[in-house]
Antibody, heavy 119, light 106 residues
Framework: EVQLVESGGGLVQPGGSLRLSCAASKFTFSNYWMGWVRQAPGKGLEWVANIKHDGSEKYYVDSVKGRFTISRDNPKSSVYLQMNSLRDGDTAVYYCARWIVAHGGFDYWGQGTLVTVSS | EIVLTQSPATLSLSPGERATLSCRAS??????LVWYQQKPGQAPRLLIY???NRAAGIPDRFSGSGSGTDFTLTISSLEPEDFAVYYC????????FGQGTKLEIK
């Protein structure tokens, strides 16, 4: 069964930085697009970023452009989200998920990692 | 940005009843519509893709329909484990989610 395990969440002050990691296993990581989706406490889901299987294309929701960077390391089967200039509104559980090009949905998700931006 | 509006916000039904959940898009998304189920403390689970195709391992009591701007997720006979929050998501113009429908036990 596909596994995605996030790490790196925590408490950070406004303006600070954090790097999330997602370790993938039980599938051929280099064949798939990956993405990050977040969920603020008690709220709905928001797509954050996607990255192509070879890292050559990256896409972001407008609210994080210029502040967040998605990257991947295929030999390590890992995807990352570097988050800079964090704001209160970035507080959320961040999920790593496998994105399927054919239908545009996320078919496997990690358990999520909580990022809290607060002074 | 394409806005997805789900209704109702909360649906109260009993096990064995039929559930009908709606997702309306602010502009056409063709059939590029996905449904997820999320239980408390868990990650979302893919149910339906391309509006009407069940994902692997999803029971056939779940079905999706619609195209263009109006979509429906139907659960034919509710099981206790189906009570959860359901989200729709489009991929026609970037990726946006609806605000969710909470399906609760009556």
């Amino acid at each position: 069964e596909v596994q995605l395990v996030e790490s790196g969440g925590g408490l950070v002050q406004p303006g600070g930085s954090l790097r999330l990691s997602c370790a993938a296993s039980k599938f051929t990581f280099s064949n798939y697009w990956m993405g990050w989706v977040r969920q603020a406490p008690g709220k709905g889901l928001e797509w954050v970023a996607n990255i192509k299987h070879d890292g050559s294309e990256k896409y972001y929701v407008d609210s994080v452009k210029g502040r967040f960077t998605i990257s991947r390391d295929n030999p390590k089967s890992s995807v990352y989200l570097q988050m800079n200039s964090l704001r209160d509104g970035d507080t959320a559980v961040y999920y790593c998920a496998r994105w399927i090009v054919a239908h545009g949905g996320f078919d496997y998700w990690g358990q999520g990692t909580l990022v809290t931006v607060s002074s | 940005e394409i806005v997805l509006t789900q209704s109702p916000a909360t649906l109260s039904l009993s096990p064995g009843e039929r559930a009908t959940l709606s997702c309306r898009a602010s502009q056409s998304v063709s059939s590029s519509l996905v449904w997820y189920q999320q239980k408390p403390g868990q990650a979302p689970r893919l149910l339906i893709y391309d509006a009407s195709n069940r994902a692997a391992g999803i029971p056939d009591r779940f079905s999706g329909s619609g195209s263009g701007t109006d979509f429906t997720l139907t659960i034919s006979s509710l099981e206790p484990e189906d009570f959860a929050v359901y989200y729709c998501q489009q991929r026609n113009n970037w990726y946006t989610f609806g605000q969710g429908t909470k399906l609760e036990i009556k």
